[in-house]
């Protein structure tokens, strides 16, 4: 199979956890002159701040009338001109507060790739965000994860949004390595 920019976008909507948040940690990593974390939950490190890198996709389920889309489960990504209208759920997890004082967030859409910048005080202070102090039952303060919703995603977009990326932007960062 040739990959070609179509090929890498439907990519993203199945690509696990791990390997997209290393596509972006690399990415953020090229374009902000960043250097390496000093341990696993910090990814990036800017001057004397440490910064995490995430990641999360509103991915759309087509339907499976075919068999074939039924055995790829075919998915999609879905466009910003629905996040109004379509009820979506995506989070971004693992968020350590302790360790980190920055937050790279990237949402990735059909048209477009968002990079949303929140600080640690942000994310504390700032309710309309939908953080949640914990990833897991009796894991509270340890780490925790950020809901992104229709009834939050304009706040999200319109207060913390510092750049917008290209999908073939990043198909030809990817490609280069």
Same mark, same amino acid.
């Given at each position: 199979m040739k990959m070609t920019e179509e090929v890498f976008k439907t990519g993203l909507t199945t690509m696990a956890g %791990?390997?997209? @948040? %290393?596509?972006? =940690? =690399?990415? #953020? /990593?090229?374009k902000y002159n960043m250097t390496e974390g000093e341990s696993r939950h #910090?990814?990036? /490190?800017?001057? $004397?701040k440490n910064i995490s890198v995430k990641c999360s996709r509103p991915i759309l389920k087509t339907k499976k009338e075919k068999y074939? &889309? $039924?055995?790829? @489960? #075919? %998915? /999609?990504l879905?466009?910003?001109?629905e996040i109004e209208k379509t009820k979506f759920l995506c989070n971004f997890q693992q968020i350590r507060l302790a360790e980190s004082d920055d937050f790279y967030c990237y949402l990735l859409f059909d048209e477009v790739i968002k990079l949303m910048k929140i600080s640690k005080s942000k994310l504390q202070s700032d $309710? %309309?965000?939908?953080?949640l102090g914990y990833q897991h039952y009796k894991n509270a303060?340890?780490?925790?994860?950020?809901?992104i919703t229709g009834n939050n995603v304009k706040h999200f977009?319109?207060?913390?949004?510092? $750049? =917008?990326?290209?999908?073939?932007?990043?198909? &030809?960062?990817?490609?280069? /390595?």
């Open positions: %791990k390997k997209i @948040n %290393k596509l972006f =940690d =690399d990415f #953020t /990593k090229e #910090t990814s990036l /490190k800017k001057g $004397k074939l &889309e $039924k055995l790829l @489960n #075919t %998915k /999609k879905m466009s910003i001109k $309710k %309309k965000l939908n953080y303060g340890n780490e925790g994860q950020l809901f977009l319109n207060t913390y949004c510092i $750049k =917008d990326y290209s999908h073939p932007e990043v198909f &030809e960062f990817a490609r280069s /390595k």
